[in-house]
Every structure is written in C-alpha cells, then in structure tokens.
C-alpha cells in the first residue's frame, strides 16, 4: 500500500512540476463600435489574443484553453462582477519553445454613461438625469487545462479569482 501511495505521490509531483513550464502572455484588445454619436449607448468589442509557449521537449497535445470575460454591472444599486463570456478552445503546442496564438471571439460590452437629457423645449426646459447602465469590461481569466492538471493560468486582476467560484 506504501508503495503504490509513494508512486501515486510521484506522479502527482511530477505533473506539477511539469505544469509550471507552459508560459501564457495574454493582451485584451478592443474596438468602438459605436455608430451613433447622438446615442449615449457605448458599444465597445473585446477580445483576448493569448500565446501558449511550451518551452519543455513535450509536444503538448488535447490542451483546453478556457477563457472568462468579466464584466461591471452599471445597474444602479448592483455594483457587482459578472461572467459576460466564456469558452475553450482545444490546442495543441510543440515542444522546444514553440509557441501557438490563439484569439478567442469578440464580446460586445454594451453600457450607457450617467448623462443629462433635456425634457421640453423653451422656458419649459428640464434636464433629466439618466443613470448608467449595462455593461462595462472588468477582466479576464485564462486557464490551460490538460486532463485534470492546470498547466498555466493568467488573470488581470486578483480580485477576479472568488467571482470563479
């Protein structure tokens, strides 16, 4: 029973320790896709351009990368995280330092600023505050999965990771 303990726990340290040498650089990229400068809606695309380095001599094979974009809840009152979009794309990388970029799909983060509008026209005029709302970008959350092991992660901020749970 030792034994195959002390084997179970060799393999278990052998997998982290292999896990530490897949090296992720991920960049969140945008573009406005507002068209109507008269609205006060902001439509703004993201999406994350992710690189996969494999510097071990293991061709890395069946890889998941599973990716979260979060969003800021604009809803007055609310002030939460929430999950916009998520998904996996399956990889594969060489081994000897080959790398692989992967880009996952644009997201459509639509939010509404605080403004005024004005109500009424003349001496009757009124401004009326509108509240923000929608949502807004926050972040992101990379993992590279292989079966059960995590190989490598990346978050652009700390305070992402209990919104995963």
Do not use: C
Request: no cysteine; proline share 2%.
């Amino acid at each position: 029973m030792n034994t195959s303990l002390s084997i179970l726990f060799s393999l278990l340290f052998a997998s982290v320790a292999s896990a530490g040498s897949i090296m992720l650089q991920v960049k969140a990229d945008s573009e406005n896709k507002t068209a109507d400068k008269k609205k006060a809606e902001v439509t703004q695309a993201k999406w994350l351009n992710v690189r996969v380095t494999n510097p071990g001599p293991v061709k890395l094979e069946g890889a998941i990368l599973k990716w979260t974009l979060f969003a800021s809840n604009l809803r007055r009152g609310s002030d939460t995280i929430v999950v916009e979009k998520s998904g996996e794309i399956k990889i594969t990388v060489d081994g000897n330092g080959r790398y692989v970029d992967v880009a996952t799909p644009k997201v459509a983060f639509v939010h509404t600023p605080m403004h005024t509008e004005s109500t009424g026209s003349g001496r009757r005029s009124r401004a009326k505050t509108v509240e923000e709302s929608g949502h807004r970008y926050h972040g992101y959350y990379v993992q590279i999965i292989s079966g059960d092991t995590v190989l490598g992660e990346a978050i652009s901020n700390e305070a992402l990771r209990k919104q995963l749970r």
